[in-house]
């Protein structure tokens, strides 16, 4: 049975019409995050689908030291309040220590367990006591019949707001490649499954001190899992992605957001018309 996760307004699951999560990787401040929230909200408004944006407080994983990381928990928080606010939208945010998940609550809507942390179980457990909807990317080095594990340490605490995400897995050293097979095994667990477009094109550590990447090829990639039937499409935009603060190389500019939102949406209509 597959079920449905209630996230703001919207109901969201995998036969249910196609939801985004989508922001800049990091908020660089308050006037450039707010004004790509309402950019983004323009364009996915023209397919009627949902919304959750999308924002990072603190890139903690950064490849360099002297990397921008962004503005902080409480900083972040009142930035996403405000983007709140002036979109009547519901927001995703990474956590990365336990003790940021019951104050990130107070805002987001969707906690979300980076891949590389989505074993660890004492963030797991914060995540899922605070009873939001709990989104899980699947490790870069982890079997998607591995996630049940973790679906199981979300449901001991009695939260079945779980969202399962994949985000590609390491292929060598500074590579990703996307199976998927991955994204089907994992609807077998009945929990919505989201496709994450534009870090599935990542080529960790290639550029030195930064992760590099080829944007071109996340449209491609979503149309694929689209196809699937799943429950979401994950990707981050910026207005200009060569002046990005972090992942750049990955991110959309907003044409190739629309026109990417524009085909998957088609391609989602079709497959799920027939459920």
Not at 184 to 193: D, L, T
Not at 218 to 224: F, G, S, T
């Amino acid at each position: 049975m597959q079920k449905t996760i209630q996230i703001g307004s919207y109901k969201v699951g995998n036969t249910r019409p196609l939801a985004f999560m989508a922001g800049t990787c990091v908020i660089e401040s308050e006037t450039h995050y707010l004004r790509a929230a309402q950019k983004l909200k323009q364009i996915i408004a023209r397919s009627k689908h949902p919304l959750i944006l999308k924002a990072s407080f603190d890139k903690a994983n950064r490849t360099s030291v002297s990397a921008y990381r962004g503005p902080g928990l409480a900083k972040g928080l009142e930035i996403l309040a405000k983007a709140k606010v002036l979109t009547g939208l519901p927001v995703v945010v990474d956590v990365h220590e336990p003790w940021q998940a019951e104050e990130a609550a107070q805002v987001a809507d969707v906690l979300q367990i980076p891949a590389f942390l989505c074993r660890q179980t004492d963030l797991v457990l914060a995540c899922a006591d605070t009873g939001r909807a709990v989104n899980v990317k699947k490790g870069q080095f982890l079997a998607p019949g591995a996630m049940e594990q973790v679906i199981q340490k979300i449901e001991s605490r009695g939260n079945r707001n779980i969202l399962l995400t994949e985000r590609g897995a390491s292929f060598g050293y500074g590579d990703l490649v996307v199976d998927m097979r991955s994204l089907e095994i994992m609807k077998q667990f009945g929990y919505p499954v989201i496709f994450d477009a534009t870090h599935s094109v990542q080529k960790p550590g290639a550029l030195g001190s930064a992760t590099g990447g080829n944007r071109k090829l996340a449209p491609v990639l979503a149309k694929a899992a689209t196809a699937l039937g799943i429950a979401g499409v994950f990707f981050e935009a910026h207005p200009t992605p060569e002046k990005a603060l972090s992942d750049g190389p990955n991110s959309l500019d907003y044409a190739l957001s629309a026109q990417m939102v524009k085909e998957v949406c088609a391609i989602d209509e079709v497959v799920k018309k027939f459920k």
